[in-house]
């Protein structure tokens, strides 16, 4: 009988080892990603494959460090849109896997002497083609040599990006009495510092910036911009154009703290929106509802809800006055996920903070078209 009793127990033993971890309890879930950096371009687009065990593939989630930089879909595919540097965070199954995004624009455009850092991480390298035009550290920073184009190669694993640097001669062009193209605006005679848009088609826009020093003008920054979704050449509200015309730049404000704008900054809270509504006495002005009392609507813009665009910005003061249907809330504005605005002028971020610093009261903003 004991006998028969001790070979049943080594039967049940023998039978305990044969079956797999696995179906005497849950598989323990694991997340691996197939590197710890990833390249990406501005507008361009990358599927995450992680490999997992334990866990399906429809569980998982994406999150990232910082908004504004990538957008990831349900399904992992991750899409650039601006330039910088996020951590992607995988979960699933009580599992977690991370990874950095670096996300960089196809092209660079800089002046002789004019630095641009871009977004890298330990495993990335930088070669430049032509050192005699541009020159590069393996911190990512390029730096303008002389006026020409190469091309800069980015290298981290099996991952490979080519992006084109184009350096300009410093300031600009300018005409025979060294003035840059500001000095032929009507705006010239009236301010000594101005900002020049100049529509393109669609919403792109070049944007530059220009004072007037020691009797001459100078071109002191150029930048990519964009317009209304709709083009230039605004009339009524919500006809998604950006108006044309000179205009004064001022009241700057944003998101983030104050930069040094050399006017007065307002950092906006949860109690500063800008009127859109035009049956109202504050309409196309910056209200705090801490001094009027009356609540935003659906027809105004609450600032603090738009991160990333309005991380710095100044009014460009169309309608100024008021006048009830003509438009209200054009902003020169950070440039967020699409390549258009509702009306607005924006650019990069970069840029919007050094205009910001740099602008003093009596700042015209010119809008013109081809």
Request: hydrophobic letters at 35%.
């Amino acid at each position: 009988m004991r006998m028969k009793r001790w070979m049943c127990l080594m039967m049940a033993m023998l039978i305990m080892a044969a079956v797999p971890a696995g179906a005497m309890a849950a598989q323990k879930a694991a997340i691996k990603l197939p590197a710890k950096v990833g390249l990406l371009f501005v507008e361009g687009q990358m599927q995450l494959k992680p490999k997992l065990k334990g866990v399906k593939s429809d569980d998982l989630t994406y999150a990232t460090s910082a908004d504004g930089v990538v957008e990831i879909s349900e399904k992992g595919v991750i899409k650039g849109v601006a330039q910088g540097k996020v951590t992607v965070t995988v979960s699933g199954g009580g599992a977690k896997a991370k990874c950095a995004i670096l996300v960089v624009p196809k092209g660079l455009s800089l002046e002789v002497g004019e630095k641009v850092t871009l977004p890298t991480a330990t495993d990335v390298k930088f070669k430049m083609k032509d050192i005699k035009i541009a020159k590069v550290s393996q911190k990512g920073v390029v730096k303008g040599v002389k006026a020409g184009k190469t091309k800069l190669l980015m290298v981290c694993g099996k991952q490979k990006r080519t992006l084109t640097v184009e350096v300009k001669d410093k300031g600009g062009e300018t005409d025979d009495n060294g003035d840059s193209k500001a000095a032929k605006l009507a705006a010239a005679a009236e301010t000594d510092q101005i900002v020049l848009v100049e529509y393109k088609s669609g919403s792109k826009a070049t944007l530059s910036v220009h004072e007037k020093q020691d009797g001459h003008w100078k071109q002191l920054l150029e930048t990519p911009a964009y317009v209304g979704k709709n083009g230039i050449d605004k009339t009524k509200e919500g006809d998604k154009r950006t108006p044309t015309g000179t205009f004064n730049l001022t009241t700057p404000f944003g998101i983030k703290a104050d930069p040094g704008a050399k006017m007065t900054y307002t950092k906006v809270t949860k109690y500063h929106y800008w009127c859109g509504s035009s049956d109202s006495d504050y309409y196309n002005k910056l209200v705090d509802y801490r001094d009027t009392k009356r609540k935003w609507t659906k027809s105004d813009e609450h600032l603090i809800d738009y991160k990333g665009y309005y991380n710095y910005a100044m009014f460009i003061d169309y309608n100024v006055e008021g006048v009830k249907g003509k438009g209200s809330c054009i902003f020169l504005h950070c440039k967020g996920k699409k390549n258009s605005t509702l009306g607005c002028v924006a650019v990069s971020e970069a840029s919007m903070k050094k205009i910001i610093q740099w602008a003093k009261p009596g700042v015209k903003i010119v809008i013109q078209g081809t």
